[in-house]
């Protein structure tokens, strides 16, 4: 199916572990975005790529690492996790930058860490 | 300091009335604003966006206005559908870096 698509869809993790969320795209867009969204925080940029072995620091990186080795694919890794990051974790794709073009977001993985 | 404000948590209207969504930001630099609708358990979509040279766009039921003296913008949907109950985020463009920056969004209900 078309479209972008993250997974797992919920997970509960450890303090300590280390998660990856999954994201996959099939338009080809260029540019791929991690947010996350928090109660009274709204969406904050954590990690974006404009093209494939290009990422670049959001609002919120600390504890956070991505890698982009092909346009599709942008996994979003929590090398150590603490309960504050728990969170729904959105990932997005665009033809041309945030504001340039529409960003298309997937159904969001739900991360909760005990 | 949030730099988009959408000040109203929430808004309940009914069927076929007019729903008015609200957002403020700071900066008169910003040049590029959108509105995004998520429904739960769902990402949010692009709804509309509209550029700091227009006043106005439409598209269907959904107009976007911009008053850039105010710092203001609105979304206004007519006639509301209970289908529109969903959040309502405004972002904003932020500028050469092209990052933006989003309101909390507004909860909209409306009732059959």
């Known amino acids: 199916d078309a479209g972008i698509t993250q997974s797992p869809r919920y997970k509960i993790t450890e303090t300590g572990r280390q998660v990856t969320l999954m994201c996959h795209q099939t338009?080809?867009?260029?540019?791929m975005f991690w947010y996350r969204q928090d109660l009274g925080h709204g969406l904050r940029l954590i990690y974006y790529?404009?093209?494939?072995?290009?990422?670049d620091k959001g609002e919120v990186p600390d504890g956070y690492v991505v890698s982009r080795s092909k346009t599709e694919n942008f996994p979003l890794t929590l090398e150590s996790a603490t309960r504050s990051q728990t969170s729904v974790y959105f990932c997005?794709?665009?033809?041309?930058?945030?504001?340039?073009?529409?960003?298309?977001f997937g159904n969001g993985t739900r991360l909760t860490v005990t | 300091d949030q730099q988009v404000k959408q000040n109203s948590p929430s808004l309940s209207v009914q069927e076929g009335r007019i729903s008015i969504l609200n957002c403020d930001y700071t900066n008169s630099m910003f040049d590029y604003f959108l509105w995004y609708k998520k429904y739960p358990a769902e990402g949010p979509t692009f709804l509309i966006s509209i550029s700091s040279i227009k006043d106005k766009n439409e598209d269907g039921r959904f107009t976007v206005f911009l008053n850039k003296s105010a710092k203001h913008l609105s979304l206004h949907i007519v006639p509301s559908q209970p289908g529109d109950s969903a959040v309502y985020f405004c972002?904003?463009?932020?500028?050469?870096?092209?990052?933006?920056?989003w309101g909390l969004g507004t909860s909209l209900a409306v009732n059959p």
């Open positions: 790529s404009a093209a494939a072995d290009i990422t």
């Open positions: 972002a904003v463009n932020a500028g050469n870096n092209r990052k933006l920056i």
């Open positions: 997005a794709s665009s033809e041309s930058g945030q504001g340039n073009s529409p960003l298309h």
């Open positions: 338009w080809s867009h260029s540019y």
